[in-house]
């Protein structure tokens, strides 16, 4: 292990930590016995009712994950909704910065997918995805500033994370268009970054480059409906959002919701370096939820449903990543296997 891997898990230790501190004493503030009075009082069928929401949200992003793999992809529905949710319990339980589960959906793939065509749509549908996101957060932003017109240095926060993150994500999708992996890796190797792994990666980096330029070359109406259907999703998570409120007894129209949704994802934003935004998390959605109108106890239910809601999806992506493991169901090989890949271009 190297000086880097070592100081990157003491960093990362750290921050979970810190994490659950925080949790216990915002559990200890706002009273544990609140806390449990009002998820009693919430239920275990409506908690049933808040993770088939969840379920749908995860249908729509399979389905936009969907449009971004190549046309003779012979890879059925339930199969992807399967991978996916075993990658995202992945980065919902390890501290891998949400690369480990894209680590893991590009293995359980691989029996019937090129490795590199796996990887290219799994990074062009990440950028669907904050693109709709994006499109959300700016949707509710205005909202959200009426609110904090009172807290004037928090506003200016939020509107910087907006800012960058819209920025960001423009840029990377730009650079994409344009080969970006290959020069990457190439960089890292002169600097002396990564070791073998850099070495590795720069042999993958030129095919990946020119799967991506060739997807968003040819295929725009593809990359449009990922961005549709992970908008969808959204959409479902608002709802989802209502339905939580109401059964907690604070009804919210979907405009509120909205408005609610993107200033958590501002906040989720802030803190991606928090490995499962442990305790950030819920402090963030107790932030959000008195913001608009909800007494703290009742803010602190509602984050803990989130996240035990979260925590119901990563037990059923276990599930599924010990079903696919064992079962040859999943692992039969097809015709998009022995394809060649594309080639990188020449230097």
Not at 270 to 278: K, T
Not at 307 to 328: D, E, I
Request: charged share 10%; glycine share 10%; with cysteine.
């Amino acid at each position: 292990m190297t000086l880097g891997t070592r100081t990157a898990r003491f960093v990362q230790l750290g921050l979970v930590a810190a994490g659950i501190a925080l949790l216990v004493v915002l559990v200890r503030r706002i009273g544990v016995a609140q806390l449990l009075a009002h998820l009693r009082g919430f239920g275990w069928a409506a908690f049933a009712g808040v993770v088939l929401f969840e379920l749908a949200f995860d249908l729509c992003n399979t389905m936009a994950w969907r449009t971004t793999l190549p046309r003779d992809t012979r890879v059925g529905l339930p199969l992807l909704f399967c991978v996916r949710e075993a990658g995202v319990a992945i980065n919902q339980l390890t501290p891998t910065a949400t690369v480990g589960g894209e680590i893991v959906k590009a293995m359980l793939l691989r029996p019937r997918l090129p490795a590199t065509a796996t990887a290219a749509s799994l990074v062009a549908t990440r950028m669907s995805y904050a693109l709709a996101q994006t499109l959300v957060v700016l949707l509710g932003l205005a909202a959200v500033l009426r609110r904090l017109r009172n807290t004037p240095d928090l506003a200016t926060a939020v509107v910087a994370v907006v800012v960058a993150t819209t920025v960001g994500v423009v840029a990377f999708v730009w650079l994409q268009r344009r080969g970006m992996f290959a020069a990457l890796t190439a960089v890292a190797g002169r600097l002396g970054v990564g070791g073998t792994l850099v070495a590795r990666a720069q042999a993958t980096g030129g095919a990946l480059d020119a799967h991506l330029t060739a997807f968003y070359a040819e295929r725009p109406a593809a990359f449009a409906a990922s961005v549709l259907w992970h908008c969808g999703g959204q959409l479902v998570g608002l709802f989802q959002l209502a339905y939580l409120l109401a059964g907690l007894g604070f009804p919210t129209p979907l405009t509120t919701c909205l408005a609610m949704e993107a200033f958590a994802l501002v906040l989720d934003a802030a803190a991606f370096l928090v490995p499962g935004r442990i305790g950030v998390q819920e402090a963030g959605r107790v932030l959000v939820f008195t913001t608009f109108g909800l007494g703290a106890p009742t803010a602190l239910a509602a984050a803990v449903i989130v996240r035990l809601n979260q925590l119901a999806a990563a037990a059923l992506g276990l599930v599924c990543l010990a079903y696919l493991t064992v079962s040859p169901a999943g692992a039969s090989p097809s015709p998009a296997r022995t394809r060649r890949e594309p080639r990188a271009p020449e230097p």
